[in-house]
């Protein structure tokens, strides 16, 4: 088969594209970006015939569509909403399978934030997202929409508890990407950049939609947060977490829940450090005059604060996982845990988010070549990853190092 990689010089497309050329069945890789030096040391540092490069723009939309029509499947690892919508866009219209990574259902589109995303004449966000999913499906491609760590793994493990469960009643997905414990003493907010930041802070200032009591109800991102106790794969931390919009397709796929959200995890202390900073109206969008000129305060404060938080020599990531689904299995009260604890590869170069992420989506457009995930239209992690695919899904992971630890209790 072969694969396009957009963002392919980012360290996800570097991931995504690392990953396909070592498998027997990808023929070719494709790397496509604005910047063609870019492209050109990501191809040199993997080394291998099987990749080309294709500088491009994605807002050229007809160029995009013939260049994805050379491809089997092209994969996204574009950091916003504006690129993503545009990329989806063209792969529906090329009629070509797409994987998608982002933080975004597609098929409903977070109401907050555009980021620039441009809508279609005369559509609203849901009417786009209707569109998006009858172009994929009438044409017979599988969009699998928001593949990587949170969304996908995350999506992936629950909708696997709840099925192991005879009635599934609580959901939480408790997922994020940290410094090492010795990196976080090293910056601010115990915080270092690992993804696109700008996105980051765009998840904890909108609103989003959670299950409480059965119904779909909006509550702010950075609420409901809670302290817990990773002890598991041979680790022993306290860390926290507060809601975010990382798994936004759940509400729509598993509306049965009584209670669903998805927690970004931190180091104690990070989530009081935004909280003062969202009083103080330094993660807001609105200009504010000083001396004359406007400025976004949360511009403002990204460019006094990305410097301090880039990884310093030696600094290292850790993703964390300790996800829970309750309910009842054989008439007694249940808990389905799944536990994950990835370290940066120190020999590779990759992150530890550069490997969840981007293997993860590497897994899903193999999958989609060789036939396992079968879904037409756009295609949500939890359900295009199930029963004997899930279990190819953890096998592979655990392949490439990165272990999910699955658990069952008594409540």
Known sequence: M??????????????????????????????????????????????????????????????????????DISVSTLPDRETSYKFIHAGVEAGVHIVDMLEEYHYRPDLYET????????????????????????????FLDGIGFAPG????????????????????????????????????????????????????????????????VEVDAGTEREQFHFNQLGKDEMLECAITPGMPSFIYTRPGLKYF????????????????????????????????AKIPPREFLLSVIKPRLQPKEGDTDVCVMWNTVDGLKDGKRTRINYHLWDEADT?????????VTG???????????RGLITGRGIVAPEDGIASEVYNAFIEELKKRGIIVLETTELL
């Open 2 to 71: 072969k694969i396009l990689v957009f963002g392919g010089s980012g360290k996800m497309g570097a991931a995504v594209a690392w990953d396909l050329v070592r498998q027997d069945d990808v023929s070719e890789v494709g790397l496509a970006g604005r910047r063609k030096a870019s492209l050109q040391r990501t191809q040199a540092w993997i080394n291998s015939p099987k990749i080309n490069i294709h500088p491009s723009d994605i807002a050229d939309r007809e160029a995009t569509k013939a260049l994805m029509r050379k491809y």
């Open 115 to 142: 980021e620039g995303l441009e809508l279609p004449k005369g559509m609203d966000l849901y009417a786009y997202g209707n569109w998006m999913h009858e172009q994929a499906t009438e044409k017979g491609i599988t």
């Open 153 to 216: 793994i995350s999506n992936i493990t629950v909708g696997e508890g709840i099925r192991k469960l005879d009635v599934a009643e609580s959901a939480i997905a408790r997922v994020g990407g940290i410094p090492s414990k010795e990196a976080a003493a090293r910056h601010p907010l115990r915080y270092m950049i690992t993804w696109a930041f700008e996105h980051v802070l765009r998840e904890y200032m909108i609103k989003l939609f959670i299950i409480k009591d059965g119904e779909i």
């Open 261 to 292: 959200a998805e927690k970004t995890v931190r180091w104690p202390g990070h989530w009081g450090g935004i909280e003062t900073l969202k009083e103080c109206g330094m993660l807001d969008l609105e200009p504010v005059e000083i001396n004359g």
């Open 347 to 355: 020999v590779t170069g990759f992150s530890s988010m550069a490997r």
């Open 359 to 369: 293997f993860s989506a590497a897994i899903g457009a193999l999958f989609i070549g």
